[in-house]
């Protein structure tokens, strides 16, 4: 059996005698949704997606953001090497990259990261990108452990 939904922007507040002639049709209220606006800025931090993803153009989805994950694999390979956290964000932003807000890193900033870090490691790790790196490292003699 298939289903016919709508859906309306309500202008105001809800008209019960819209609601009783679209009952009449064969229509019933299925839903309500609720909103409400919120002081600040769009997104909050606890909204936004993990760092190295970002929203798929469909909006349905996450995909890999390829710019933070090039930073999380660097930062894993400076962690790996049991660099301060000061080293890693000195040479983060040697390299160029910046945090999600643009900003320059810092090792507080590195250190919030690491939740990130363990969430993304097991994925990093099994990469073919992870496997080369390791390789070139090796090869330099750096040594990367894992």
């Known amino acids: 059996m298939a289903i016919e939904r709508i859906r309306q922007v309500l202008p105001g507040p809800i008209d019960w005698q ?13 839903a309500v949704e609720w909103e ?7 997104i909050t931090q606890a909204e936004a997606p993990p760092y190295g993803l970002r929203v798929a153009k469909d909006c349905a989805m996450l995909e890999e953001n390829p710019k933070e994950n090039e930073v999380l694999f660097t930062m894993m390979e ?8 000061s080293f890693i964000a000195e040479e983060l932003n040697r390299r160029g990259y910046s945090t999600r807000s643009g900003g320059k890193w810092s090792a507080i900033s590195v250190f919030e990261m690491l939740p990130r870090l363990i969430d993304a490691g097991p994925k990093i790790f ?3 990108e992870w496997q080369e790196r390791r390789q070139r490292s090796r090869e330099q003699g750096a040594g990367l452990r894992v």
């Open 78 to 85: 400076l962690l790996i090497e049991d660099g301060p956290y």
């Open 126 to 128: 099994s990469t073919s």
């Open 36 to 42: 409400r606006e919120l002081g600040g800025h769009g």
């Open 18 to 30: 819209q609601v009783e002639a679209y009952q009449k049709q064969g229509w019933r209220l299925a």
